[in-house]
């Protein structure tokens, strides 16, 4: 269809084809008029004919010409061109990023370290929260749509191509799933509905994908696939993660809309403090993010309804004392305010001197006791037996008997008893 050193809208040279699509390609192009270097994606021209499709990409150009934001890539024209075939294709002229995509960085490195995604995942994020300010939901987040720059690492959100607006409107059929399979967000697998959090469970996939090589899960069709997102809770993370990392990512994949994090901002804040949390799932006390019922309504933003996610009323404090007035607690005295008692040398003496006297008692009554057996012969006192044989045999440990409870050697193959692993322990790495 395209080939180098094509000019397209009498402007655009096409220089070099940097990825292909399902819907197009993207060249690195010259601006012959400004003379810089810009990003051109081309549509494939048999999208001409299908109804409806100017409205839409005229509406993805104004929609992603009216974000301006740091992290998310800006657009400088759009239009149409006629092909030496005779073709006619759409396009659209965008900022050329310096850089590599998050997929093309997780197919060269595999894992990428949580120090260095995070921050990409958190910048995602706040792009997230200027799109969604202005009632546009992006809904094909997925790492070939996150850039990585060359010069500062910093991650540029970029391919709004089925994003959806308030001022375009939903163009896509009714019920018509859009998004790449692999991190569609369950509702939009069903249909149901796309809301803001739906973009944060894709980024929650990204996050996945990225901190562990590949993806939640696997199909052998994009139906099967995007069943699992509904259906199926995600694989635990590997645990050298650092926890708040892997809470982070067990929030944003949460299957409930609700329960994902309110905000692509609050979604920021916490991706930025995940390595270095403890995964209790507050955010931290240093945190900018207002409180989540202070957050401004903002025009154009389909509400999710329900409560704030993650957020809970602060425990209230047990009081010490009950409200005066109140009677106190059966058992208790509280008494009256004021400093301990002192001590008292006076009564300690007393109380010394009757300890006293009745140990003398004690003693005197023994001796009494024993001057009476003696009256009367040594023989022992009533109902006393004499037997010291007898006595020792009780007193003492019989040989002959059973061990205890304690002594008996376990029968159960399933208790491991410390000199190895028992029957039930599993030695296979393939153990449920």
Avoid at 104 to 126: N, Q
Avoid at 204 to 233: D, K, Y
């Amino acid at each position: 269809m395209l080939s180098p050193e094509m000019l397209l809208g009498q402007r655009y040279r096409l220089r070099e084809r940097i990825a292909v699509g399902g819907m197009g390609e993207v060249w690195r192009a010259e601006d012959t008029v400004l003379e810089r270097t810009v990003a051109l994606k081309a549509m494939l021209p048999s999208l001409l004919s299908e109804p409806d499709f100017g409205k839409r990409f005229a509406a993805e150009a104004k929609t992603v010409a009216a974000l301006t934001h740091p992290h998310i890539v800006n657009v400088h024209d759009f239009g149409n061109a006629e092909l030496p075939s005779g073709e006619t294709t759409a396009y659209l002229v965008m900022e050329f990023i310096e850089g590599k995509s998050l997929a093309d960085l997780i197919a060269e490195r595999g894992r990428i370290d949580a120090r260095e995604l995070m921050p990409v995942i958190a910048a995602t994020a706040e792009a997230l929260q200027h799109a969604h300010d202005r009632g546009i939901i992006h809904r094909d987040i997925k790492p070939g749509n996150i850039l990585v720059r060359d010069r500062d690492g910093q991650a540029v959100l970029t391919d709004f191509g089925i994003a959806r607006s308030g001022a375009s409107g939903d163009l896509t059929q009714t019920g018509a799933v859009m998004g790449t399979a692999s991190y569609i967000a369950p509702e939009q697998a069903e249909g149901t509905g796309v809301l803001p959090s739906s973009d944060m469970y894709s980024l929650g996939v990204v996050a996945f994908h990225g901190l562990t090589g590949h993806r939640p899960f696997q199909a052998e069709n994009p139906i099967e696939l995007a069943l699992h997102h509904v259906r199926t809770p995600a694989p635990p993370l590997p645990q050298d993660i650092p926890p708040g990392v892997r809470a982070f990512v067990e929030r944003a994949m949460t299957k409930n809309p609700h329960q994902r994090f309110a905000t692509g901002g609050e979604m920021a804040a916490f991706a930025r403090t995940a390595v270095d949390s403890s995964g209790a799932g507050a955010p931290p006390s240093t945190s900018v993010m207002p409180p989540v019922g202070q957050l401004p309504q903002r025009a154009g933003v389909v509400s999710m309804g329900g409560p704030p996610a993650g957020v809970a009323e602060p425990p209230q404090a047990s009081p010490q004392f009950p409200p005066p007035g109140s009677p106190p607690p059966p058992g208790i005295d509280l008494g009256t305010a004021g400093p301990p008692p002192a001590s008292q040398p006076g009564r300690n003496k007393t109380l010394m001197g009757v300890l006293v006297g009745v140990a003398a008692l004690v003693v005197a009554g023994a001796i009494v006791l024993v001057l009476l057996q003696l009256n009367d012969g040594g023989k022992p006192l009533e109902g006393e037996t004499g037997d010291a044989d007898q006595t020792a045999t009780e007193e003492g440990v019989d040989e002959d008997a059973s061990p205890t409870a304690e002594e008996t050697p376990s029968d159960d193959p399933g208790q491991n008893t410390g000199d190895g692993p028992g029957l039930g322990t599993c030695l296979r790495d393939d153990c449920d």
